[in-house]
DNA sequence: CACACGTGGAT
DNA sequence: TATCCAAGTGT
């Protein structure tokens, strides 16, 4: 369809066509009409308890890894309440190797207070969604636009990073989110609740699928021809380098081969089967102290220990 | 605000 | 092989 002459005052039909970032929402929503990947969250089946478990586990983790768990867990505890009736440890091993296992027990603690404080249902309102373990600004308003539809900035990553190219021209986004990606976020927002919620999803998929981090797909990307970046010749990212991730010899590691021992014993552990998992003895029961303090793992008379039943 | 927090696939 | 990266949160 042709765009018409701009009308001297917008209509209702066309209420954010001199908004901010108004030529880019029908562009994008278009193409994820047509390419969104048919994922299981999506799915109108799926509720609100299926959005907020998707996006608990996709913190951090790549779609692909978080497809089978997130089955898994929908099959088990279809609703709120009934992961909330389970005990904490068992939401720690059916997480599985999804990594930072936290994430497994703020998702049983969110369970327990949507069961105590919202009747066991996942509530709509965002601050209400905050005030959930393991939710912060960007789930809150993820569940809230994903699963009711409602207008919301959602930044993450992906979306981040579109906008850092496509509106400010930028390889990429800075390391922290920015008062001025927000202030920016909420401008590029359609008026309309629905469009809001379209756009959402859209932005991020395009952040997903086509201006990905690496290798970015232009040629196939709807709004290449206004991209403030590819316009600029695409110039490298120039600041500060972006934090890179340090791994091998660290705590976490140490806790990740601590955490799978005790995820695939169904009964207490000796100290020297989890002794194994590392040769360094201070570094080891630093990491042991550590789960214990953070209620992954659970101490029991006798140097026993297991995931927690409480 | 910088850092801790898992894991595995891709380059 | 070494890095980078993946729908962040809590402190």
Redesign the pocket.
Known sequence: MTAPTKPPHSSPARADADAPGADLHSPVIDWFDDNA?D?P??RPEAGAWGVMI???M????????VLPVYEQWLARWPRPADLAADAPGEAVRAW????????AL?LHGAAVAITERHGGDVPSDHAQL?A???????????VAS?AYGQRHAVL??????VFARAVTGVQ?PP????AAERKLARALLPDDEPTAARWA?AS??L??LLC????ETCVRCPIAAQCAWRLAGKPEHDGP????????G????V???L??VL?AAHVPVPQSALDRVWHEPVQRA??LD??VA?G?VEPLPGGLYRLPLT
């Open positions: 990947r994922l969250w999506r998707s996006e608990f996709l913190q951090q983790t790549p779609v692909s890894r599985g190797r999804l990594g930072y296992p936290r994430r703020r905050l959930l373990p393991g939710i912060g600004e960007y789930t809150a308003a993820a994903f993450d990553t992906n979306v981040r990073r990429y390391n922290a989110t920015t999803a991020m998929e952040g997903a990905t981090a690496k290798n380098p972006r934090r890179g991730q340090t791994y091998a660290t705590d976490r590691q806790r990740g081969k955490l799978a995820r630093r990491a550590g789960l953070d992954l």
